[in-house]
C-alpha cells in the first residue's frame, strides 16, 4: 500500500468527478441499459450474486468472493461443475481448480453436466458412470459427449480446469493468473477445495491463523483479476452433527476460520433435507442455505435486475447426481409467490 495513502476524495469529488473524470452522477446519466448477468444455472446463487457472473465489457468487472460449504458427499463439487458448464454455456471462459480430484474426475462431472444441458433430450444425455465405463455403447457415449462439446463451443464459452495435486493457496493462485493471462476474458473460477489445499509457505503454525491467510490470500486474487471466485470448502464437525435438525445452520460451521464467510461476498451451507428411514440419503433434497449476502437478493427479471424481497433464507434443490447437475431448484418460485402477495 505504499504510496497509495492520502488519496481519499470528498463527497463532492465522488459525484461530480475530478481532474476531468467523470463521477457518479455522469455515470448514472450516462448509464446504458442493464446487461443481463449469465446465470450458474442454479437460481439459489444467482439470488445472491446480483443475477450471475457478468459478462466481459460490463461496467461491472467482478472480483468477488463466494463460498460453498457442505459436508463429503453432499455435492459441492456437482454444483461447481453444474456452475462452470452453465456460466460457459452463457458465452463466459471459466475456470474450475481442484487440489483433492484430478482431471479426469473434474472432466467426467462436467462432460456428463454438459450433455444434459446441450443435448435436447434424455436419449442424448451421459452419466458419469457412462463416461467412465461406456461398455458396449462407447460409440454412443462419446457422440453424446462429442455433440455436447461442439454445443459448448458453439456458444463461444470456455472451460480450463487444472488439477494441481497437493497444491498450496499460492500455487491455485499461479493457476488463476496462469489462467487470466492466457485468456484475459476470463469471468470467474471454482475453487474445489479450500480445505483441501496443502500449507503454503510462512504459513503461521496455528492451523485458524493459516486458514485465515489463505482466505485473504484469495479474496486478494480475485480483485487483483477482476474475477469472481466461487470457493468450496467442508463443514466443521458441528456442522455435521446438525444434519437433520430444524435449525439453520451457522457461519461458525465453516471449518477452521470465520476470515472466509468475513471476506465472502456471500456464504452459502448446503445440507441435506431431513427424511425419515424410507427415504434414502441419496433421493433427499437438498437445503441451500442464504447464511450471509453482501448486499441485495436479486434475480432479472426479463429486462432489468429485481429486488427479492423478503430476504429468502432457504432454498430446496433436487439433484440429479448421475449428470452431475441440479434438477430442480425452488428459488424463483418462492421469491414471485413473495412478490405478488
Not at 250 to 256: E, P, S, T, V, Y
Amino acid at each position: 500500500s505504499v504510496g497509495q495513502q492520502g488519496n481519499a476524495k470528498s463527497a463532492t469529488e465522488i459525484l461530480f468527478g475530478v481532474n476531468e473524470q467523470p463521477g457518479m452522477i455522469d455515470s448514472i446519466l450516462n448509464a446504458r441499459e442493464q446487461v443481463q448477468p449469465v446465470s450458474t444455472g442454479i437460481p439459489a446463487m444467482d439470488l445472491d450474486i446480483e443475477g450471475g457472473v457478468y459478462p466481459p465489457g460490463a461496467d461491472f468487472t467482478g472480483g468477488r468472493l463466494f463460498t460453498l460449504a457442505a459436508r463429503t458427499g453432499v455435492g459441492k463439487t456437482i454444483l461447481g461443475a453444474n456452475a462452470t458448464v452453465m456460466l460457459a454455456a452463457g458465452g463466459l471462459k471459466i475456470g474450475f481448480v481442484s487440489a483433492e480430484l484430478d482431471e479426469n474426475e473434474i472432466w467426467t462431472r462436467i462432460w456428463a453436466c454438459a450433455t444434459r444441458v446441450f443435448n435436447s433430450n434424455k436419449g442424448g444425455w451421459a452419466s458419469v458412470g457412462d463416461i467412465k465405463q461406456p461398455g458396449a455403447e462407447k460409440d454412443d457415449i462419446a457422440n453424446r459427449v462429442q455433440n455436447a462439446c461442439g454445443a459448448l463451443q458453439g456458444t463461444g464459452g470456455e472451460i480450463l480446469v487444472e488439477a494441481p495435486w497437493g497444491a498450496d493457496v499460492d500455487a491455485v493462485i499461479n493457476s488463476l493468473r496462469s489462467m487470466k493471462a492466457k485468456h484475459p476474458e476470463l469471468r470467474a473460477a471454482v475453487i474445489d477445495h479450500f480445505h483441501c489445499l496443502a500449507r503454503h509457505r510462512g504459513a503461521p503454525h496455528s492451523e485458524a491463523a493459516m486458514m485465515e491467510e489463505r482466505a485473504y490470500k484469495l479474496m486478494t486474487c480475485a480483485k487483483e483479476l477482476g474475477i469472481d471466485l466461487i470457493v468450496l470448502a467442508q463443514m466443521n464437525r458441528v456442522g455435521m452433527d446438525v444434519v437433520g435438525k430444524k435449525e439453520a445452520p451457522g457461519l461458525d460451521q465453516i471449518r477452521g476460520t470465520d476470515a472466509l464467510s468475513h471476506v465472502s461476498h456471500a456464504v452459502w451451507i448446503v445440507r441435506k433435507a431431513p427424511g425419515d428411514d424410507n427415504t434414502p440419503n441419496v433421493d433427499r433434497d437438498l437445503e441451500f442455505w442464504h447464511a450471509k449476502v453482501r448486499g441485495r437478493q436479486a434475480y432479472w427479471s426479463g429486462s432489468g435486475m429485481r429486488n427479492a424481497a423478503p430476504f429468502v433464507e432457504k432454498s430446496i434443490l433436487t439433484m440429479d447426481y448421475p449428470h452431475s447437475c441440479v434438477n430442480t431448484d425452488d428459488t424463483l418460485d418462492t421469491v414471485k409467490l413473495s412478490n405478488a402477495r
